[in-house]
DNA sequence: CTGTGTGCAAACACTTTGCAGGTGT
DNA sequence: ACACCTGCAAAGTGTTTGCACACAG
């Protein structure tokens, strides 16, 4: 039994090939996926409206998190840390984009550093998107 | 003479309606705002993509800057700094948005903190997006 | 007068919703 | 058997492009 099956058996979620190559893709990439990357790597096997839910569905469940993708596009990523569930989503995480190949990645190693707020403010969640040239690419 | 009219002057752009009153939106809210913001409050009297070219022409100029505005929307705020031209832009502070009220304010006091990257990224640019509860609705 | 800005129409991209039928458990 | 998932159609939203006319300099 693979990984795939493993996590919806974990989630409480059916067996289904979309939700199965969909796990599997974010798997075999280090990297964040869009909508439409996911289009291109599963070709017409399923629905376009079909991708969207089943996004939906593994955000909702805690397995995927959304990704600030510069302005404009969003991309997905694993959860990689047991602190996210269908409660709520807990990212400390940097993402980092790479100008020239594209990608978005997730650099669990480094921490968002701690930043004090102006008298008043009330921090819940923040994202930090680092722009610039990956290791591939350099 | 107004502050629109001087900004306009400034930057080599030709004096019209809709870019004063863009300009004036602008200068009027400390918060960030959206296509659709300006759209509600200039009301009718311009067309939707006059108002989005006319956005476009303030962001090449360097005399906005594009707000990541959590995943989805584009927001827009005046660059404070003068190290933001044609050429192009640079900031480096905090954007905060609120989840009560939806506004989102660039926190000119804090710098984004300097990180530490992994051997072989460049860093080039780095956005930080606070979220949470802003000093208005606490 | 000339080049740029604007309005209108249309196309395009992205995402959501409703419904009928198919599938996992 | 039943609830849930999927595909298809369609609509909603956000953004861009082409073209003709209007207007600032």
Redesign the pocket.
Known sequence: MNIARNTLKEYS???????EDILNAFTSHEYALS??DLENQLGE??????I???L??FVDKGILHKVLDDVG??KYALCRTSECSHEEHHHDHVHFKCTTCGNTTCIESIHIPTINLPQGYVRKEVNMLVQGVCPNCN
Chains 1, 2 share one sequence.
């Open positions: 979620l059916r067996q289904t090939g979309c939700r909508h439409s096997r399923f629905d376009r409206v079909t969207y839910r089943t939906k569905t596009g969003t």
